[in-house]
């Protein structure tokens, strides 16, 4: 039972409030309600809330976003049938084979070399200064970095999100919080981004890559200004 | 007798049936997945992180990772619990990592989204609900994460404190405090802002 004197507490208004208290509780509830004007004006109070939020108009989802991930979904289907053949290939090959041991020894060696002259270029990297060049950066190219997943170039004073053609790029400004954080956490970018074409900043501009980050063309005013071949990674 | 047969069928057998022909490579039933929940993921995904730009971002990636893992998908909840819970997993992990601005007054981004009007309101009183709309959603941006959840799920997805809990694997009990506090922090920016 619930003494009027003790106050029905947030919890037991709210959930009477959605029609979630069992049928006895409710019962309960209403009747303390109807002699407590402090509950009832508390519960008017979540009331209003809640009729607040059901008030806030659903949004629609930009018209591109499906082709995004129809485009996405594809780009990873592609991949993974490339090593779903390469698999299937593989097992339809007697482990006795020549061509087997071949391929093993091949691989082998190739993976070798890899990570001996990959170690090489890391610790020669970790001895450099902390702002690390691209390899043949290239005057006036939009270099790419990838940060959390996204791709972005710096344009001016702001950092731009690298965006599919018809979608207006996203600016996130460096003298933004998130833009202090992303040059704080990237210096070695700063430093590359610094390569970039200065232009208009703050500003959103459409952007058209060409489906991988490899062949990024941006445009501005001036007309297609980008010659990023080869992106950078994060050393 | 096609259209019979639908709306005979289970809501859980047709999600069984979406997840094993996704999993024989139908290509339509993901389209179908996602055109049912386009809208709610990314209405989802634009409370939990507050822009346009965000939501977009994380709606793609939740889909992604629904399109991967669908034909992994056995019933044990209903496919619409586990697509909230893909995509909440997922704005978790993204906006956990990086710290977003807390949202303020000033006309957002969101603007660039356009909001579905509501057919029952006139131009005045559309433009009166945005103002408060936004408002309220920046209010929303200022309460705790886990608060935000529950009663956006509640309040904004209108599901009930059982699909809540199973969305956030928690008992009805936590699901029940974390709607009432939201509320209640809600209330209280509200009013400060008043």
Redesign the interface.
Known sequence: MIAQAIHL???L???YL?G?LPERQAETVESHLTDCPGCRARLD??R???H???????????QV??Q??ER??AL?EGQSGLFERLESNLRGLSLESPMVVTFAVVLALATMVYLVSHGVARQQGDAAAPTAQPAEPVRGSIAVTQV???SLVRRGNAWV?VAALGE?A?PVPLD???GR?LAGRHPWAAGLLGLAVEGSAHEAMPVDASGDAEAVVLRDGDGVVNLCRRCPTEP | MMQAMAVDASPRQRDLDLAERHRHGDGEAFAEVYREYESTVYNLALRMAGNPFDAADLTQEAFLRVHRHLGKFRGRSSLKTWIFRVALNHCRSRLGRRRLPTQSLEPLPGELAPQIPDPRRGPEERALARDEGRRVAAALGRIPVQFREAVVLRDLQDLSYEEIAAVLGVRIGTVRSRIARGRQRLREVLEEEN
């Open positions: 507490d947030d919890d208004l709210s959930a959605d979630e109070g979540l209003r809330v809640v607040a939020l059901g008030r806030l108009e659903r949004a629609a989802p930009p976003l499906a995004r991930v996405r979904i990873a959390d997943g996204h999100e207006i996203r933004s919080e998130a954080e």
